[in-house]
């Protein structure tokens, strides 16, 4: 059974730090390129940063840019998205997904093959 559960979200300080976590279990962790997405009310969920299966190659929205790093521990089935210097836009309900391809860093959600439930990231001003 395929399962992709996040933690580790919550409310912090405009300008501060958090690290979302989210491990993956169920597929072959390493055949995949993990994504974070974002969704806040009233909006489409967005790209928000890919890794490739190795961890070397990433990619990022241009909002995140500087801001957010994303990496993943495959020994441990888990990617991370560390985010610093948060802004109240930055408030979503934050998405690991993975994509069935060791190297192509897709900005597209539909390409995604799981999804995880989602953890709530609030950054007040």
């Known amino acids: 059974q395929v399962q992709l559960v996040e933690s580790g979200g919550g409310l912090v300080q405009a300008g501060g730090s958090l690290t979302v976590a989210c491990t993956a279990s169920g597929f072959t962790f390493t055949d995949y390129v993990m994504g974070w997405f974002r969704q806040a009310p009233q909006k489409e969920r967005e790209f928000v940063a890919a890794?490739?299966?190795?961890?070397?190659?990433?990619r990022y929205t241009d909002s995140v840019q500087g801001r957010f790093a994303i990496s993943r521990d495959n020994a441990k089935n888990t990617v991370y998205l560390q985010m610093n210097s948060l802004r109240p836009e930055d408030t979503a309900v934050y998405y690991c997904?993975?994509?069935?391809?060791?190297?192509?860093?897709?900005?597209?959600?539909?390409?995604?093959?799981?999804w995880g439930q989602g953890t709530q990231v609030t950054v007040s001003s």
């Open positions: 997904a993975a994509l069935r391809t060791r190297i192509r860093l897709s900005r597209a959600p539909d390409e995604y093959r799981y």
């Open positions: 890794i490739n299966w190795s961890g070397i190659n990433t």
